[in-house]
């Protein structure tokens, strides 16, 4: 299996929102993804420290190879920069942007259009942790043998009425994205995706055209996004990276599950 990003010849550039309110743990005193979730090594000193939520997925990037991320923000969530800075506590480069439209991740997302457009973007929610380790490894390797412009990172899923769930084929092809059934056989869920400058600028395109649109103002996610390209013809690849559900702690019982998991350091 390959070791570093060194598979991919475009530069890869982590993309992460961190644009929510919270409201399904509100009141929290802090963003939730400086939320403190189990325990790092102190770098360069004796003992440990807190590992914020947003710190599992930042790791993960960079033992990809990854070396920069742009974080975007609602304004506000000062905290986050403040305890990342310029990215050090990871080793790597993080870049802040604000978001626009509060209309939904892809919106959020699309802040970043003109630093990304031309690289491989690495996509996780900051507020989501999962194993394994080498999760975006498996993914950059599958996209550099493939011409999918979408690979998405597969996780079994324990509430589907909750997700996305994806139905895809044995050879990794997804034929659609289902989001939050009531009733499913579909058994999987995705959390991480890495895709290509052709999907960005799908992405970058249909932001555009539902912004030009008089009284929008609805919600979408990004697995909407990745059906309507699916819709249009665009190759999207799934590939399951955990035989693990994974832990979204923007919800009560998610940060309690997390926290438990990750108590001893």
Same mark, same amino acid.
């Given at each position: ?100 439209l509060p209309f939904g991740t892809p919106y959020t997302l699309d802040q970043a259009y003109p630093f990304v457009r031309h690289s491989t973007v690495a996509f996780g929610f900051p507020d989501i942790i999962f194993e394994p380790d080498d999760a975006f490894l498996r993914l950059l390797a599958r996209q550099s043998h493939s ?35 009531? &009733?499913? &056989? ?17 992405? &970058? ?61």
């Amino acid at each position: 299996m390959a070791t570093q990003a060194s598979l991919w010849e475009e530069e890869v550039i982590g993309l992460i929102p961190a644009g929510g309110l919270a409201t399904r743990l509100a009141p929290l005193p802090f963003s939730k993804e400086v939320y403190p979730i189990g325990f790092r090594r102190a770098q360069g000193e004796q003992g440990t420290r807190p590992k914020v939520a947003c710190h599992y997925l930042l790791e993960k990037m960079k033992l990809a190879g990854i070396a920069k991320a742009y974080i975007v923000l609602r304004e506000g969530k000062w905290d986050i920069p403040a305890y990342l800075r310029d990215g050090a506590i990871v080793n790597m480069h993080l870049a802040y942007l604000l978001l626009g439209l509060p209309f939904g991740t892809p919106y959020t997302l699309d802040q970043a259009y003109p630093f990304v457009r031309h690289s491989t973007v690495a996509f996780g929610f900051p507020d989501i942790i999962f194993e394994p380790d080498d999760a975006f490894l498996r993914l950059l390797a599958r996209q550099s043998h493939s011409n999918a412009c979408v690979i998405l990172g597969l996780f079994p899923a324990d509430r589907p009425d909750r997700v996305d769930m994806v139905d895809w084929h044995d050879d990794g092809g997804v034929r659609r994205i289902v989001s939050k059934p009531d &009733h499913t &056989h579909l058994s999987h869920s995705w959390c991480i995706a890495v895709w290509t400058p052709l999907f960005t600028q799908f992405l &970058h395109e249909y932001v555009a055209a539902q912004r030009g649109m008089a009284g929008t103002n609805s919600e979408v996610s990004v697995g909407e996004i990745v059906q309507v390209a699916i819709e249009a013809g665009l190759p999207v690849e799934g590939i399951r990276v955990s035989d693990k559900p994974y832990l979204d702690i923007g919800t009560s019982e998610g940060l309690v599950r997390a926290i438990k998991y990750y108590a001893n350091p």
